[in-house]
């Protein structure tokens, strides 16, 4: 019965039909609360629909449920690590996936990749938050003016919430008036930073490390790029350490060696005059 529940849903979720998929196993799981992939389909399913709080309940009964070392809960860490981000907690994001991202190495399992795309994510996610504290430390009148948006932008989310609720707007409106709110918000903020960027004649502004820049094992800038036949560039030191151990390349998982490492002089030399004008980046 439960696992028919799960098929329904299934088929639901294929149709984009989301708000039925997720009722079809929520039931699913009244049936089994035992049966992990029936909360790994809800989870992502929460994702579609931005329930992120939602999100979080499920991938971590999930992992639960398969055991922190078991292979098979990766997944539901990279949907626990999505609705992290999502609020607003890098830290733990970035926590979370590093132990995950460290563990399907060990495994070579297929989610190697996602896990690294997420940890780039938390990083980011964690240095953006310094740079807003570094931001508001220099200026109390930016501070006040952002901390006015993120006021006003909280009061209409909970208006958004309310309205949800009592059923004056539906899932759909929903997801679309909140992320229109967000995107308004990070547009105001984006503003009013380059307005003070401008009047402090550049003393003022966040700073930003490109991501091409960025090793993809050990999520720092690099200083010695090599590139792997699949034409992706990692750091030597940490490339070598992976290849030496797991014998595959970390992107198409193909056998490889270190033999096969090439050295990508261009993107050396991007990065040492990255490095020689923005020495903060190496604490990144």
């Known amino acids: 019965m439960a696992q028919a529940l799960k098929k329904k849903g299934n088929e639901f979720f294929k149709e984009g039909d989301y708000i039925s998929a997720e009722d079809y196993y929520s039931q699913a799981i009244a049936k089994d609360p035992h049966d992990a992939t029936f909360f790994t389909n809800r989870a992502v399913t929460r994702i579609k629909l931005e329930k992120w709080e939602d999100v979080e309940h499920d991938a971590r009964a999930a992992i639960n449920i398969y055991g922190k070392k078991d292979p098979a809960s990766l997944k539901s860490s990279v949907y626990l690590a999505e609705a992290l981000l999502a609020l607003n907690r890098p830290q733990e994001a970035y926590d979370l996936t590093l132990t995950a991202y460290q563990f399907s190495l060990e495994a070579k399992h297929v989610q ?6 997420m940890l780039l994510r938390a990083k980011k996610a964690l240095w953006e ?37 009592k059923m004056e707007i539906g899932e ?11 995107d308004d918000a990070r547009t105001k903020i984006s503003h009013i930073r380059e307005a003070f960027k401008i009047s402090s004649k550049g003393d003022i502004q966040e700073r930003v490390v490109p991501d ?47 033999k096969d490492l090439r050295p990508n002089y261009a993107l050396k030399a991007a990065c040492e005059e990255f490095l020689t004008k923005n020495g903060w980046a190496v604490d990144w």
Request: glycine letters at 6%; charged letters at 30%; a negative charge.
């Open 112 to 117: 190697t990749e996602k896990l690294s795309g």
């Open 129 to 165: 938050a310094r740079e807003t504290a570094r931001l508001h430390e220099m200026d109390e009148t930016l501070k006040s003016l952002e901390e006015l948006i993120n006021a006003d932008m909280a009061r209409s989310e909970a208006e958004l919430k309310s309205q949800l609720e």
């Open 172 to 182: 759909v409106g929903y997801r679309e008036d909140l992320s229109a709110l967000q």
């Open 212 to 258: 091409y820049l960025i090793d993809g094992i050990t999520f720092e800038v690099m200083h010695d790029p090599v590139m792997t036949p699949s034409g992706t560039s990692f750091n030597r030191g940490g490339i070598e350490k992976y290849v030496a151990k797991a014998g595959i390349d970390p992107i198409t998982r193909e056998p490889m060696t270190i």
